[in-house]
């Protein structure tokens, strides 16, 4: 089992910065992809970002990419996601999740990870 536990959410003005962090235990954190989700209101849940179990690979989400960089501490076991030029759009509960299959690929497709947090909400006001 894998426990995660987000942080670092919260309401943030349009073009602001945010940084979330993730903090997991129970297995062996280098064992393990992680990932980041978001879901907004009546929306489907969906991929933001993941790195590889050595922080070597990343994905980002088009939207995403050239403001939020994801990169993960394996001494500290935590991940994060640093959030930068926030937008209304970005609004959304976020949440960290692993996939402990280290021999795979690392993924942007939600079924792949096996475990998941209990969400962190990021709010930008316009």
């Known amino acids: 089992q894998v426990q995660l536990v987000e942080s670092g959410g919260g309401l943030v003005q349009t073009g602001g910065s945010l940084r979330l962090s993730c903090a997991a235990s129970?297995?062996?954190?280098?064992?393990?992809?992680m990932g980041w989700f978001r879901q907004a209101p009546g929306k489907e849940r969906e991929f933001v970002a993941a790195?590889?179990?050595?922080?070597?690979?990343?994905y980002y989400v088009n939207s995403v990419k050239g403001r939020f960089t994801i990169s993960r501490d394996n001494a500290e076991n935590t991940v994060y996601l640093q959030m930068n030029s926030l937008q209304p759009e970005d609004t959304a509960v976020y949440y960290c999740?692993?996939?402990?299959?280290?021999?795979?690929?690392?993924?942007?497709?939600?079924?792949?990870?096996?475990?998941w947090g209990q969400g962190t909400q990021v709010t930008v006001s316009s």
């Open positions: 129970g297995r062996t954190f280098s064992n393990l992809h």
């Open positions: 790195i590889s179990w050595s922080g070597t690979i990343t």
């Open positions: 999740a692993a996939d402990s299959n280290r021999a795979g690929s690392i993924s942007t497709v939600r079924v792949r990870y096996n475990y």
